[in-house]
């Protein structure tokens, strides 16, 4: 049988997962239906590995990234990375300190290994937010997957154009080690918006004049669910439609509803300044690590009460509420098996959520990853 990074090509490919978090990669192969064999995963945080524990039954191996020698890395016998390491070095409400920031250090380390493997991944896949592909960190990066026999191919992509309802873009960089190849390697070392070349319609790529791809992602905006799939408390339009708020009992747990709605002082401070969104919206704006603890630019808020006329009707009156944990794990595309140990404090949850991933992004990036030509 032919060898592939040094494994028999039919085993199940050995995956590394760094910077685990709670696992949104490790669901993201499992949505993608991927024969693989989790062989590792790397995270310092204590909680973010509880939640990883509870749901996988394995805990990642607590420590700092920074700290993994080449040695290491060979003995996993790996032959694919996924990382999504700290987007703060790149956020445009950070610094923008790029690798000066002490938070990219871990990243660069495990970038400059790869050259010093006997055993170097097949393939690697990297998530970031949106800047970092403007970054001093983006350059070293493509410096060294090319010096070490890389293709690659680049995406900016949302879940909007997965027909979920979450504007949530992100970065994301595919490297496949020569002889391994794409199968559409006209597209290596751009940089493409449009996910057609993911969704196996192939046949429908064009590509204009300035070299980007025709897009039908407008289409697929319209064929956005509307958010009320995915909510875990008042799903039911007509409840809505009556004018009547969520009341408290529709719910399973009266108490568990009533710590979302938000204060009415917080309306009247930031209400111009909040994203809110309806039951039968199909968009609303990405949850942050934030979002709880503060109200701009951290994530949407749903109207639990449906007004007669949209643009006249006080905030006060729509009675907002924070979106749920599980919500928003739904809108991540999460399995509705995942869910939190019971210590985890609702803060935590939504810190933890704000870090991960759109899993119905991901997987089919990964599908394509692993596809051979
Ligand atoms: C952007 S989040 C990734 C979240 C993950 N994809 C998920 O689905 O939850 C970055 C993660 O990297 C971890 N991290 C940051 N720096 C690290 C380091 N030097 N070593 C190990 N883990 C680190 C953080 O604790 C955090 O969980």
């Given at each position: 049988m032919e060898e592939e990074g040094g494994l028999p090509a039919k085993q199940p490919w050995r995956v590394l997962e760094f910077?685990?978090?709670?696992g949104g990669m490790r669901y993201s192969v499992m949505k993608a239906g991927l024969q693989t064999e989790m062989v590792e995963a790397f995270d310092i945080n204590d909680l973010a590995n509880d939640v990883y524990e509870h749901n996988f039954g394995h805990r990642p191996f607590q420590g700092n990234i920074q700290t993994l020698t080449a040695a290491d890395l060979d003995r996993?016998?790996?032959n694919v990375w996924l990382l999504s390491p700290p987007c703060q070095p790149y956020?445009?409400?950070?610094?923008?300190?790029?690798?000066?920031?002490?938070?990219a250090s871990s990243f660069l380390r495990i970038l400059e290994i790869i050259p010093q493997l006997m055993l170097p991944p097949v393939m690697l896949f990297v998530e970031n937010v949106v800047g970092f592909e403007t970054s001093d960190t983006h350059q070293k990066m493509v410096q060294i997957l090319e010096e070490s026999q890389f293709e690659m191919q680049e995406f900016i992509l949302s879940p909007l154009q997965f027909g979920v309802p979450y504007s949530r873009p992100r970065y994301f960089c595919l490297a496949k080690r020569k002889p391994s190849s794409f199968c559409n390697p006209e597209f290596n070392r751009q940089l493409l918006h449009v996910p057609e070349l993911l969704v196996?319609?192939?046949?429908s790529i064009s590509i204009s004049e300035n070299g980007q791809l025709t897009s039908t992602s407008d289409k697929m905006l319209q064929t956005c669910l509307p958010i009320e799939r995915f909510l875990e408390f008042g799903n039911s339009m007509n409840q809505v439609e009556n004018g009547?708020?969520?009341?408290?009992?529709?719910?399973?747990?009266e108490s568990s509803l009533k710590q979302y709605f938000v204060p009415s002082n917080l309306i009247e401070r930031w209400g111009s300044a909040m994203d809110i969104v309806y039951p039968d919206s199909k968009r609303c704006c990405c949850f942050t690590k934030s979002y709880y603890r503060y109200v701009k630019g951290t994530g949407s808020l749903l109207t639990t009460v449906m007004p007669k006329t949209r643009d006249k009707t006080s905030l006060e009156e729509l009675c907002l509420r924070y979106f749920t944990p599980r919500e928003v794990s739904n809108l991540h595309s999460f399995p509705k098996e995942f869910e939190f140990p019971e210590h985890v404090t609702l803060r935590q949850r939504y810190a933890l959520l704000g870090n991960s991933l759109s899993t119905a992004v991901v997987a089919p990036l990964l599908h394509y990853l692993f596809s051979e030509p």
């Open positions: 910077y685990s978090g709670i996993y016998c790996a956020t445009r409400q950070g610094l923008q300190k790029q690798s000066a920031d002490a938070r196996g319609c192939n046949e009547t708020s969520f009341p408290p009992d529709t719910c399973s747990d």
